[in-house]
């Protein structure tokens, strides 16, 4: 079983940056696919940006793409989303998630089958 803890979140004003932080434990990180989504009052959680287990694809969507980076560290099982340009826009609670060597081939963005899931944290970007 693996368990994802996301922390970062909070209130910032527009045109402020954030990182959040998803630490992985319990699966060797090298097997993991990570991805974050983020839910809005709109229905559907939204996958935003996702790092497959290698580190070798990334994908954005074209919502966050040029604004937001994806990264991991495999010496501390975490994978970063450094975000930059937020606009109230960004508002949403922003989950991790992760999959064992899911592909990144054009994904769904509103594909929510990915097995692990985080607790989720807030993030606030006020005008």
């Known amino acids: 079983q693996v368990q994802l803890v996301e922390s970062g979140g909070g209130l910032v004003q527009a045109g402020g940056s954030l990182r959040l932080s998803c630490v992985a434990s319990?699966?060797?990180?090298?097997?993991?696919?990570v991805g974050w989504f983020r839910q809005t009052p709109r229905p559907a959680r939204e996958l935003i940006a996702a790092?497959?287990?290698?580190?070798?694809?990334?994908y954005y969507s074209d919502s966050v793409k040029g604004r937001f980076t994806i990264s991991r560290d495999a010496a501390k099982n975490t994978v970063y989303l450094q975000m930059s340009g937020l606009t109230p826009e960004d508002t949403a609670v922003y989950y991790c998630?992760?999959?064992?060597?899911?592909?990144?081939?054009?994904?769904?963005?509103?594909?929510?089958?990915?097995?692990?899931w985080g607790q989720g944290t807030q993030v606030t970007v006020s005008r």
């Open positions: 319990g699966s060797p990180f090298s097997q993991l696919t």
């Open positions: 790092i497959t287990w290698n580190g070798v694809t990334t």
């Open positions: 998630t992760a999959d064992q060597l899911r592909a990144l081939r054009a994904p769904n963005p509103t594909d929510d089958s990915w097995v692990f």
